[in-house]
């Protein structure tokens, strides 16, 4: 029987969690592992200076661990710790809000399914778009349409694996109606960046980073597919962030150096 991993980074009580568990029951031996607590927006993070603490449930009748870390941790532990050998399919997510463009490098849905990557495993991410910004106090969000696509990509992954120089598949399913899907390439921005000054009862400076949503991007990328066609998207994610032509347009750079 395969082993199949889910982790995310919303916490071990997400209600994404929870419908990621349902969505892949029944592909294989199931086991979640994930933060005690909410850990978005922390990227491929991995607590080396700190123990991690562990603690067994059950989450929709498989086993269920919380870690006291990161989802990267989470993916280390499950892999060595509880499985202690690795499961033939990692499942991060379902993340509550999307993971689009360039700016998923800070996701730590795709930070874990990349750590899953590194450790030789096939990996998606799966993340529900929503016009409303999902708070700390987690919604009862339908999440049915997107454990379907789930479960349907997974089932793709244990069939056929993944193509060639693929390491992850990043997927973000908008809120129904769904229009279709498409294979995407990544914009690159997701949010504006924008940075609001505040003060504490003490004059102190303090700031919030925030953001608005970029509406639309280029055809072909996450952000349109998502935002504007209303489809689902999945982007073909590989683990080597070189740009490959760029080694032979930097050589003057090297011979400049070696110059002194």
């Known amino acids: ?9 919303d916490g071990i009580f997400s209600p994404g969690l929870r419908a990621a568990v349902r969505a892949v029951k029944g592909l294989g031996r199931v086991t979640a592992v ?3 607590t909410q850990k978005s927006g922390v990227g491929r993070s991995i607590s080396l200076l700190t123990p991690v603490s562990i603690a067994e449930l059950e989450i929709e009748g498989v086993k269920a661990y919380a ?50 990557a590194s450790q030789g495993v096939a990996s998606i991410a799966v993340s ?13 969000v339908e999440l049915e349409h997107c454990a379907e696509v789930l ?3 997974a089932e793709y992954v244990l069939d056929r694996g993944l193509p060639e120089g693929v390491d992850v598949l990043n997927i973000n399913v ?13 914009a690159r921005r997701m949010y504006t960046t924008r ?18 949503p970029v509406r639309d991007a280029e055809p072909g990328t996450d952000v349109h597919a998502v935002r504007v066609e209303r489809c689902i998207s999945i982007s073909p994610l590989s ?14 750079l090297t011979r400049a150096l070696e110059k002194g």
């Open 195 to 212: 940075l609001q000054e505040r003060r504490d009862p003490r004059g102190r400076r303090y700031f919030w980073i925030d953001g608005e």
């Open 67 to 116: 870690v006291d870390g990161t989802p990267v941790d989470a993916v280390l532990v499950g892999i060595y710790g509880v499985l202690k050998r690795k499961p033939e399919i990692i499942v991060s997510g379902i993340n509550l809000g999307e993971n689009l463009s360039c700016e998923a490098t800070t996701s730590g849905t795709v930070g874990a399914a990349m750590e899953g």
């Open 1 to 9: 029987m395969v082993d199949v991993l889910v982790v995310n980074d």
């Open 239 to 252: 683990l080597d962030l070189t740009f490959h032509p760029g080694i032979e347009q930097l050589d003057d």
């Open 151 to 153: 479960r349907r990509c």
């Open 128 to 140: 529900l778009h929503s016009e409303s910004r999902f708070n700390e106090v987690q919604p009862e």
């Open 174 to 186: 908008p809120e129904e109606p769904v229009r279709g899907a498409r294979i995407t390439r990544l």
């Open 34 to 36: 994930a933060p005690a």
